[in-house]
């Protein structure tokens, strides 16, 4: 098991891609702290579902773009389960809106969300590890509109195209600390996020048809990719950005 002992957060646990990865991760043995936003069914009962695997797991409820809920998850990380080894940056938002009608507000949200938390994050979690003298390894997840451009995403796409100069920069500046940094940019994968175009025939054969696999990916799908970045099997992989999209970039 690549994550035996290891002490993992994952933010957005509670559906989609979170979950999926978190699940992986409980299976190649590693203890999580869940955080999500709001109270959920789905966050809980992925508690008990890790908790059945013989794991330890702690659900913590705060929003990743305001800095107190931030320095609380890794508090109650450190305090319940010890020294956290990975942290896994999932939590973000998708909004879709012409680039002629976006306010301020609405770009603002989604930067804060996806990218300044990201930021606010790394820089407690590394600090921590630092004070710790330990080693450890983050996870950002990106888009694969960080390279490949959707109608109403003029916010949305630069906010993950960020994500990966984010990762290189704190990779440079950590390597030294031991901390590892790598960024995963998923492409079409089957989450309530993108449920309505999944659920629409035209839109589903439309995008499908530009994947080589031919398919949406599955969150744990997601999650074995991000097992293997946060693992010691990638002991000499830092400041990297991996396309996990069933082959719709390089199409
Ligand atoms: P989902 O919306 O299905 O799940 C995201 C989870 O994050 C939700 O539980 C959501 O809660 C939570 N969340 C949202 N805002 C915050 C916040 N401020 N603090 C803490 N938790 C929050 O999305 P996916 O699983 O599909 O996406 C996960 C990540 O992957 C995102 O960063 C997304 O941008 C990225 N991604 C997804 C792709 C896809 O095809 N699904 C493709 C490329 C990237 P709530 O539901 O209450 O808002």
């Given amino acids: 098991m690549k994550l035996q002992g290891k002490i993992a957060v994952v933010t957005g646990a509670g559906q989609g891609i979170g979950r999926g990865i978190a699940e992986i991760f409980a299976e190649q043995g590693a203890d999580l702290i869940l955080n999500d936003v709001v109270p959920s069914k789905g966050l809980e009962e992925l508690g008990d579902w890790i908790r059945g695997k013989g794991r330890r797991a702690v659900t913590v409820l705060g929003d990743v773009s305001l800095r107190s809920d931030v320095e609380q998850i890794f508090d109650r990380g450190w305090a319940d389960l010890g020294p956290v080894d990975i942290l896994v940056n999932n939590a973000g938002i998708e909004t879709i809106i012409p680039f002629l ?35 450890a390894s983050i996870v950002n997840i990106g888009s694969i509109q960080a390279a490949r451009v959707l109608p109403g995403r003029t916010h949305y796409a630069p906010s993950k195209l960020a994500v990966e100069a984010l990762t290189r920069n704190i990779s440079a500046e950590m390597g030294s600390h031991g901390i590892r940094v790598n960024c995963v940019h ?26 080589s696999l031919g398919r949406p990916g599955l969150p744990r799908e997601i ?23 069933g082959g719709w970039v390089g199409k």
């Fill in 223 to 245: 999650g074995s990719v991000v097992a293997f970045l946060a693992s010691e099997e990638a002991a000499y992989v830092t400041g990297q950005s991996l396309f996990a999209d």
């Fill in 186 to 211: 998923p492409g079409l994968i089957d989450t309530p996020m993108i449920s309505w175009v999944l659920e629409s025939p035209n839109l589903r054969s439309q995008v499908v048809g530009q994947i």
């Fill in 101 to 135: 009608d976006l306010t301020d507000e609405q770009w603002q949200k989604v930067m804060d969300t996806n990218l300044k938390s990201q930021w606010m994050s790394c820089q407690s979690f590394c600090k921590r590890v630092i004070a710790d003298s330990r080693k």
